[in-house]
């Protein structure tokens, strides 16, 4: 077998494997389009803790740094989730 058909072979191999691949590709994107809208919904509302003209002044500094926390942003006005208020 000479270089050429070896190549095409191990091509033909690698697009077989590759379409389970792009299949479970194509199953991971639609559960994404699924999902979301449901995450923009859940990170809107933990942003509500952090806006005082909204639900800002109606929890603790503790819980306002969780919901930073939960959005991917450091702790502002407590250093540690042990503190109480």
């Known amino acids: 077998m000479d270089e050429m058909e070896q190549k095409k ?6 697009i077989g494997d590759n379409s389970l691949k792009y299949a479970y ?5 639609k559960n994404v389009d699924i999902l979301k809208p449901r ?3 859940l990170e809107a509302f933990v942003n509500r803790f952090l806006d ?5 002044y109606a929890v603790n500094k503790c ?8 959005l991917g942003r450091s702790r ?6 042990n503190n109480n208020l």
């Open 76 to 81: 502002v006005e407590s250093p540690s989730k």
């Open 52 to 56: 005082p003209e909204d639900l800002g």
């Open 9 to 14: 072979n191990y091509a033909m191999y690698v």
């Open 63 to 70: 819980f306002r740094d969780d919901a930073r926390e939960a």
């Open 25 to 29: 590709l194509q199953l991971l994107e």
């Open 39 to 41: 995450i923009e919904q």
